[in-house]
């Protein structure tokens, strides 16, 4: 069974701190990787995707992928309480479908 | 505006009922995916379908049932076989990919067993 994990929360910063959220994958042969935001009972929305080693940064967004560590995180610059939400990360299957396997999520609160 | 439409937004079953969740997309998609979330977890993935005519299982595809009669549409059934269907029910959908791909969600069905 592939897994996806993502560190136990809830993760509590201060406004105008950097929050970092992490995820780890068992599939070493895992090719793409994706970050959701899920405000309070909507759906999730991409925020993020990356798919090679290192660093992309979108905003106040920062992604980072380690395959050799199988882990990829989430860097989110200047925190607004806007940023208040559950953060899925999700990671494509080796192969020719396109399943993902999601982890459970963190939920990330930006105190004012 | 493209996107992805889920009715009805709420929907309540009784017991030993059989209810249809709808799911279209004007994206000109090729992939759709319906997945279910439980307070506190993740998504799971019940089917998915790359092509018209075509669908697999998903992780938790018992009690479940769809169809994929056109590229826009990609109903979920939820039978009676189903012991503990209530959820939130989101479809998405994705380019087929060549290796690369990114799946948008549509809003969502919120499920309850009465």
């Known amino acids: 069974q592939k897994e996806v994990e993502q560190n136990s929360g809830p993760l509590s910063v201060p406004e105008g701190a950097i929050a970092s959220l992490n995820c780890t994958y068992s599939?070493?042969?895992?090719?793409?990787f994706f970050w959701y935001r899920q405000y309070s009972g909507k759906s999730p929305e991409l925020i993020m995707f990356?798919?090679?080693?290192g660093d992309k940064e979108d905003g106040r967004f920062t992604a980072q992928l380690n395959k050799a560590s199988q882990y990829v995180s989430l860097l989110i610059r200047d925190s607004q309480p806007s940023d208040s939400a559950t953060y899925l990360c999700?990671?494509?299957?080796?192969?020719?479908?396109?399943?993902?396997?999601f982890g459970k999520g963190i939920t990330l609160s930006v105190r004012p | 505006d493209g996107g992805i439409t889920q009715s009805p937004k709420y929907l309540f079953r009784k017991e030993g009922q059989n209810v249809t969740l709808s799911c279209e997309q004007n994206?000109?998609?090729?992939?759709m995916y319906w997945y279910r979330q439980d307070p506190g977890q993740g998504l799971r993935l019940i089917y998915y379908s790359q092509i018209v005519n075509d669908f697999q299982k998903g992780d938790i595809a018992e009690g479940y049932s769809v169809s994929r009669e056109k590229k826009e549409s990609f109903p979920l059934t939820v039978t009676s076989a189903q012991k503990n269907p209530t959820a939130f029910y989101l479809c998405?959908?994705?380019?087929?990919?060549?290796?690369?791909?990114?799946?948008?969600f549509g809003p969502g069905t919120r499920l309850t067993v009465l």
């Open positions: 998405a959908s994705s380019i087929v990919p060549s290796g690369r791909d990114e799946q948008f």
């Open positions: 994206l000109n998609h090729d992939a």
């Open positions: 990356i798919y090679s080693n």
């Open positions: 599939d070493r042969g895992s090719q793409s």
């Open positions: 999700a990671v494509r299957e080796t192969g020719a479908n396109s399943k993902l396997t």
